[in-house]
T-cell receptor, first 112, second 113 residues
């Protein structure tokens, strides 16, 4: 779904570094989400935002922070990356809360 | 909080056979149940969904059934083809102003030619 984009698509970083993953959407949706995907664990919610002034923690927010710069942009930061944050990260959007979500292409992150 | 369990974690079928993936949810207030397909290296994409006021929904070779009493829902794929090989995720939501989707852990479906 080209309406949701993520940068970078792949990133290698070192332990202790700060890193930002960016998500942009042209769908006009107010609701945006960040997920982490690990083998056998499915999609776990890190943070979500229902509008520009709204930020909420998901089930695994420790070690992460987010910024909702505009309706179309939602960034995820790892303040001090650690190896167990190596994963595939997805951004998603939805028109309504708790309903159909549209995913970005994912960012594959490797923390050495 | 809401919890969604998904089984099996892996499923191998012969081309042309049917495949069934089952999910159970914990919160009886859940009212929206989507299924996503994720091909290797790709993003999850919605393939079918069902709401709590419907017991079954079909779209060509795929169907979803919902049993609200037992709090489980299933994905059925008939006449499987190699291109059906992917990871499938179920999810559940209560909807409402602040709700979000809770995902199952995924099923890796392999369709053998």
């Amino acid at each position: 779904d080209a309406d949701v984009t993520q940068t970078p698509r792949n990133r290698i970083t070192k332990t202790g570094k700060r890193i930002m993953l960016e998500c942009s959407q042209t769908k006009g949706h107010d609701r945006m989400y960040w997920y982490r995907q690990d083998p056998g664990l499915g999609l776990r919610l890190i943070y979500y935002s229902f509008d520009v002034k709204d930020i909420n923690k998901g089930e695994i927010s420790d070690g992460y922070s987010v910024s909702r710069q505009a309706q179309a942009k939602f960034s995820l930061s790892l303040e001090s990356a650690i190896p167990n944050q190596t994963a595939l990260y997805f951004c998603a959007t939805s028109e309504h809360p708790g309903e159909t979500q549209y995913f970005g292409p994912g960012t594959r992150l490797l923390v050495l | 909080g809401e919890n969604v369990e998904q089984h099996p974690s892996t499923l191998s079928v012969q081309e042309g056979d049917s495949a069934v993936i089952k999910c159970t949810y914990s919160d009886s207030a859940s009212n929206y149940f989507p299924w996503y397909k994720q091909e290797l290296g790709k993003r999850p994409q919605l393939i079918i969904d069902i709401r709590s006021n419907v017991g079954e929904k079909k779209d060509q070779r795929i169907a979803v059934t919902l049993n609200k009493t037992a709090k489980h829902f299933s994905l059925h794929i008939t006449e499987t083809q190699p291109e059906d090989s992917a990871v499938y995720f179920c999810a559940a939501s209560m909807g409402g102003a602040t709700n979000k989707l809770i995902f199952g852990t995924g099923t890796l479906l392999a369709v053998q030619p």
